[in-house]
């Protein structure tokens, strides 16, 4: 069974940065996408920044541009999400997705999911 948790998230101050990390496991990490996405209170779920298998395509919600980086270490079955310059807006819930199926692109599916940490950036 694949399994997704979510670490890193906190409180920092607006312009500060942060570093979220998301493990998975229960098959080849290597092989899946990998997605970021967040949910403020309120609000719908937006995907942030996604990589695609390979790693070899990106992609990032207008927002986030040039201020987050996705990356992922397939030694370690593990996706990051470093977050620069964070904003106020950027409060929210921040969750970790796997692909669904093998080879996928950045736009999924995405069929697994983390429990979420809390990103809080104070202004």
């Known amino acids: 069974q694949v399994q997704v948790e979510e670490s890193g998230g906190g409180l920092v101050q607006a312009g500060g940065s942060l570093r979220l990390s998301c493990a998975a496991s229960?098959?080849?990490?290597?092989?899946?996408?990998m997605g970021w996405f967040r949910q403020a209170p309120g609000k719908e779920r937006e995907n942030v920044a996604a990589?695609?298998?390979?790693?070899?395509?990106?992609y990032y919600a207008d927002s986030v541009k040039g201020r987050f980086t996705i990356s992922r270490d397939n030694a370690k079955n593990t996706v990051y999400l470093q977050m620069n310059s964070l904003k106020p807006e950027d409060t929210a819930v921040y969750y970790c997705?796997?692909?669904?199926?093998?080879?996928?692109?950045?736009?999924?599916?995405?069929?697994?999911w983390g429990q979420g940490t809390q990103v809080t950036v104070s202004s």
């Open positions: 990589l695609n298998w390979s790693g070899t395509s990106t």
């Open positions: 229960g098959r080849t990490f290597s092989r899946y996408a």
């Open positions: 997705a796997a692909g669904q199926q093998s080879w996928g692109g950045v736009h999924g599916p995405f069929g697994y």
